[in-house]
């Protein structure tokens, strides 16, 4: 790519680093971008440059806003006494498109992992019991992905809770063996919400 | 996604506009991006903003640049007697990173489709025609895909350019039947550079 001018290689570079994206359809995709510049690439620069200023990590549940607090943490009409556990912004993203769920989240930021040295500190699991004392929480629903890591997860923080005097739940009819919420459609999610058993 | 901030929402949709990308990746590639806002998706806006401001089209060839003529015409290293006609910007680059063509270029801007009705006024044959009777030119090389539009269009070429007093040859050996340029390895492109034939 002797030729192309040293912004648009270092443009594709940064492309090609994007999940999905390998070199060649990160050239691609530039391509296109500079046939449709004023189209398509001065107001994905743009838009793409004031969600890097504004997005904030909510103070409270971990998932992405604009403020301290995240809409759903803001949103009044959200049931405040269900809490539900999810690993990351993305299955709560998948949760939120189910539609089904009307409270409000906890996002852990990944699971407990001894591969990859992840520990409850690494986690907002300290965060989540506080909530739970402060919050007058009743019922902790545990969304994680059915794999190890998820449902090592799952029970390390109901043991932490025992005793909290919540209601601990989780995801059951519906989740795959090894299956990821974000690859579910929404009516299986859907089925495993109003399905959750206790856990 | 009624709970992520409008502006990702946004983001997201520009992004799955991108070839290769779905709704679902440009989901992943955005939370990505909004996990590493200060090391990637900061520096990938700037980079595209900059780009969209100062890319612009060769006038001479048609090529991607950032002024008039671009880095491949304003290079007095590249050999003027030769010219090699490609379809597109991708075509370009993929002959400059098989680093085997020393003279410059002329970008259609696609093919001759009856189907999608462009003729020789919406690609930049004219113009073509015109740079041979001013530059003196002496080899035309038409390396074109070998699909039937991209054949169709090198036939109309040739006919074209008859009687203009220039050599008109085209990639032979190596080019698979049906193939295309970008999908090439740089030494199939530079084998097939090397046994062009008259046309
Ligand atoms: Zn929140
Ligand atoms: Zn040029």
């Known amino acids: 790519m002797a030729d192309a001018p040293q ?20 050239r691609r995709a530039v391509l296109l971008m500079l046939k449709k ?13 004031e969600v890097a200023l504004t ?19 803001r949103d009044e009409r959200r049931a405040t006494g269900e809490v539900c556990v999810v690993e990351n912004v993305a299955d709560l993203w998948a949760m939120e498109r189910g539609g089904a769920f009307k409270g409000r989240y906890h996002v852990l930021g990944g699971t407990l992992s001894a591969l990859d040295a992840v520990g ?13 004392a402060d919050e007058g929480i009743s019922e902790v629903i545990l969304a994680l992905n059915a794999t190890v890591d998820g449902q ?6 109901a043991e932490v809770l025992e005793g909290a005097g919540v209601a601990i739940t989780s995801l059951a009819q519906g989740v795959p063996v090894g299956g990821e919420l974000d690859y579910l459609d929404d009516g299986t999610i859907g089925a495993a919400l109003r399905a959750r058993r206790r856990f």
Chains 1, 2 share one sequence.
């Not at 912004?7 to 990160?26: T, V, Y």
């Not at 510049?37 to 440059?49: E, I, S, Y």
């Not at 409850?120 to 909530?131: D, H, M, Q, S, T």
């Open 55 to 73: 997005a904030r990590d909510c103070l409270r549940c971990g998932n992405i806003g604009d403020a301290d607090l995240c809409a759903i943490c």
């Open 7 to 26: 912004r648009i290689e270092q443009l594709i570079d940064l492309m090609a680093r994007l999940p999905g994206l390998g070199p060649r359809s990160a």
């Open 120 to 132: 409850p500190a690494e986690l907002r699991i300290p965060l989540l019991v506080e909530r739970v």
């Open 37 to 49: 510049r004023g189209a398509v690439m001065a107001p994905l620069a743009q838009v793409m440059a």
């Open 152 to 157: 090592t997860t799952a029970h390390y923080i």
